[in-house]
């Protein structure tokens, strides 16, 4: 692996470049078993309980869109990542970097959804900061939020823990964040009422949860389904054998991402996960999905086999397949 010579967006795309630059200058500085596995959140042990950790950084630009705005992203993912990893969302923090002569307003608009996706959650935000910087040394506002969860005595999930013949499930349509976010900045003019997925799913993950035979979740974000596959099939040494027919796309962003030459495969998402789950366990941990209000369109998209070489392949509505591999490049910048 090359020396990262310097930073270039398509390190924040949350792709291949995205890896390299974790494990090239952060993995490498900061090694310990806690952070090793990255995925969405980290497992602490104390005394008598399992703690999950995460942190975010919210950079999208415009700050709203239709379906939702920085502060609900920045909630919503970090609850989210929390939520994967089982646990039960305990407490957010929240830092916010302004730049002089931000909106008031707007800056309040914000503040507020934080606190309906708070509430969303069950979850308070119980500390924070704040930064003021030059006019021109920032772009409006950039959020960080961390997060604690405690996970449930026996609950453990992992990539790792994927088995040979286990299923893939996605919670709903796929790409409407991305396209969302895209057509909002680029006044684009996309028709089909598009909107941004962002929302809380740890009434999500608990419901799924109650069915035995779940092994890992993953919160599906930057560089999309196949982004997550990939790192997945990567710690489980196993092949995700994806139906392209079978992964669910609203028609209107199906329409929007060919116009616009995007795979739905590799946008991000900021509302749906991946379940692993075990084959017998599959039919009811769909049904629980999809009686829940955010795992309506959940849906059966594939399963893991053992390979001699772990990849990521797609048999295609033709009857052909294609390999995936991590997103490369920047599709969209900043899209969260």
Same mark, same amino acid.
């Given at each position: 692996?090359?020396?990262?010579?310097?930073?270039?967006?398509?390190?924040?795309?949350?792709?291949?470049?995205?890896?390299?630059?974790?494990?090239?200058?952060?993995?490498?500085?900061?090694?310990?078993?806690?952070?090793?596995?990255?995925?969405?959140?980290?497992?602490? %042990?104390?005394?008598?309980?399992?703690?999950?950790?995460?942190?975010?950084?919210?950079?999208?630009?415009?700050?709203?869109?239709?379906?939702?705005?920085?502060?609900?992203?920045?909630?919503?993912?970090?609850?989210?990542?929390? &939520?994967? %990893?089982?646990?039960?969302?305990?407490?957010?923090?929240?830092?916010?970097?302004?730049?002089?002569?931000?909106?008031?307003?707007?800056?309040?608009?914000? &503040?507020?959804?934080?606190?309906?996706?708070?509430?969303?959650?069950?979850? %308070?935000?119980?500390?924070?900061?704040?930064?003021?910087?030059?006019?021109?040394?920032?772009?409006?506002?950039?959020?960080?939020?961390?997060?604690?969860?405690?996970?449930?005595?026996?609950?453990?999930?992992?990539?790792?823990?994927?088995?040979?013949?286990?299923?893939?499930?996605?919670?709903?349509?796929?790409?409407?964040?991305?396209?969302?976010?895209?057509?909002?900045?680029?006044?684009?003019?996309?028709?089909?009422?598009?909107?941004?997925?962002?929302?809380?799913?740890?009434?999500?993950?608990?419901?799924?949860?109650?069915?035995?035979?779940?092994?890992?979740?993953?919160?599906?974000?930057?560089?999309?389904?196949?982004?997550?596959?990939?790192?997945?099939?990567?710690?489980?040494?196993?092949?995700?054998?994806?139906?392209?027919?079978?992964?669910?796309?609203?028609?209107?962003?199906?329409?929007?991402?060919?116009?616009?030459?995007?795979?739905?495969?590799?946008?991000?998402?900021?509302?749906?996960? &991946?379940?692993?789950?075990? &084959?017998?366990?599959?039919?009811?941990?769909?049904?629980?999905?999809?009686?829940?209000?955010?795992?309506?369109?959940?849906?059966?998209?594939?399963?893991?086999?053992?390979?001699?070489?772990?990849?990521?392949?797609?048999?295609?509505?033709?009857?052909?397949?294609?390999?995936?591999?991590?997103?490369?490049?920047?599709?969209?910048?900043?899209?969260?």
């Amino acid at each position: 692996m090359a020396v990262l010579d310097k930073v270039v967006l398509a390190h924040g795309s949350g792709g291949r470049l995205s890896r390299e630059l974790v494990e090239q200058v952060f993995l490498k500085s900061f090694s310990n078993p806690a952070l090793a596995p990255l995925e969405d959140a980290a497992e602490v %042990k104390i005394p008598g309980a399992t703690l999950a950790f995460t942190t975010d950084s919210y950079v999208v630009t415009p700050v709203e869109f239709p379906g939702a705005d920085i502060g609900r992203v920045a909630v919503c993912g970090t609850v989210n990542d929390l &939520a994967v %990893k089982g646990a039960r969302p305990l407490a957010l923090s929240a830092g916010f970097i302004l730049e002089e002569g931000f909106s008031g307003a707007l800056l309040t608009r914000i &503040a507020a959804s934080m606190r309906r996706a708070a509430e969303e959650a069950g979850v %308070k935000i119980v500390t924070g900061d704040t930064k003021v910087v030059e006019r021109g040394k920032a772009d409006g506002v950039f959020i960080n939020t961390s997060g604690v969860g405690l996970i449930p005595k026996g609950r453990s999930l992992s990539s790792a823990f994927v088995k040979h013949g286990d299923v893939i499930i996605v919670s709903g349509g796929l790409a409407d964040h991305g396209v969302a976010v895209m057509n909002a900045r680029d006044r684009l003019g996309l028709q089909g009422g598009i909107k941004s997925d962002a929302a809380p799913l740890n009434g999500l993950t608990e419901a799924v949860l109650k069915v035995p035979g779940v092994r890992a979740m993953r919160d599906i974000t930057r560089g999309g389904l196949a982004t997550v596959l990939n790192e997945v099939s990567g710690a489980c040494r196993l092949t995700a054998e994806v139906e392209e027919n079978s992964v669910p796309v609203s028609a209107a962003t199906r329409n929007a991402c060919a116009l616009l030459g995007l795979d739905p495969m590799y946008v991000a998402n900021e509302g749906k996960i &991946a379940v692993f789950t075990a &084959a017998a366990a599959a039919p009811a941990a769909l049904k629980a999905m999809r009686a829940h209000r955010y795992g309506r369109g959940a849906a059966i998209v594939g399963r893991m086999v053992k390979e001699k070489k772990p990849q990521v392949r797609l048999l295609t509505s033709i009857g052909g397949s294609r390999i995936m591999l991590m997103l490369e490049g920047e599709q969209l910048p900043r899209i969260c």
